[in-house]
């Protein structure tokens, strides 16, 4: 039997933390710690869409989403509250569903409705092109939050994201995968660039 040579058993624990440090490095680039909100009020909250049930009732992410911007306008966060998304999952569009129950809430909240986007990179591209710099506070759960937020900087000079605890193990492997694909998508841009 043939012994490993420890040099290297060194050289792959090197390889191997270089690899971790790289990794960790990328990931806190394109994903940086979530902008928090100011004492300032913004003119603008946005609640990012999420799909309703198949028969057009509320899911629970809509209604944390929901339940959370109601708490954020009644505390004076923002002046008018933005809905987007469009029928994703689903033949409901999300942010039809959203405006709904938020009416039935609170008749007197003033409404804008995007009803376009597919994804959260279309949810900030649209609604920048609706409200174009003016200062937004973007709402969602806390496991979305920090993706949300990384995206929102190529679109908002004047933001922050709010968000409540939404945790579940599906949750997390839906978002942890969603981070990959959005850190290998922005890592490859870079690069495209750098030609």
């Given amino acids: 039997m043939m012994k490993q040579n420890p040099h290297n058993k060194t050289k792959r624990w090197i390889g191997l933390a270089a690899l971790i440090g790289t990794c960790v490095m990328i990931y806190r680039h394109y994903l940086p710690p979530i902008k928090k909100p100011k004492d300032t009020p913004y003119e603008y909250g946005l609640v990012l869409g999420c799909a309703a049930h198949d028969d057009g009732s509320m899911s629970n992410s809509q209604l944390g989403r929901y339940q959370f911007a109601l708490k954020e306008y009644d505390r004076g966060r923002f002046k008018t509250l933005i809905l987007s998304g469009s029928a994703v ?80 193990f599906k949750k997390l492997i839906l978002e942890a995968r969603s981070r990959l694909l959005y850190c290998f998508i922005e890592l490859k841009k870079s690069l495209q660039n750098t030609r």
């Avoid at 009803?115 to 900030?124: F, I, P, R």
């Fill in 89 to 168: 999952q689903n033949v409901y569009v999300e942010a039809e569903v959203m405006a709904k129950w938020i009416q039935e809430q609170n008749p007197n909240i003033p409404l804008l409705l995007e009803t376009q986007a597919k994804n959260t990179w279309e949810n900030l591209k649209f609604v920048q092109q609706m409200i174009k710099d003016a200062p937004i506070e973007i709402i969602t759960g806390s496991m979305h939050a920090r993706r949300a937020s990384a995206i929102a900087a190529n679109f908002f000079p004047n933001y922050c994201v709010a968000s409540y605890p939404d945790f579940t």
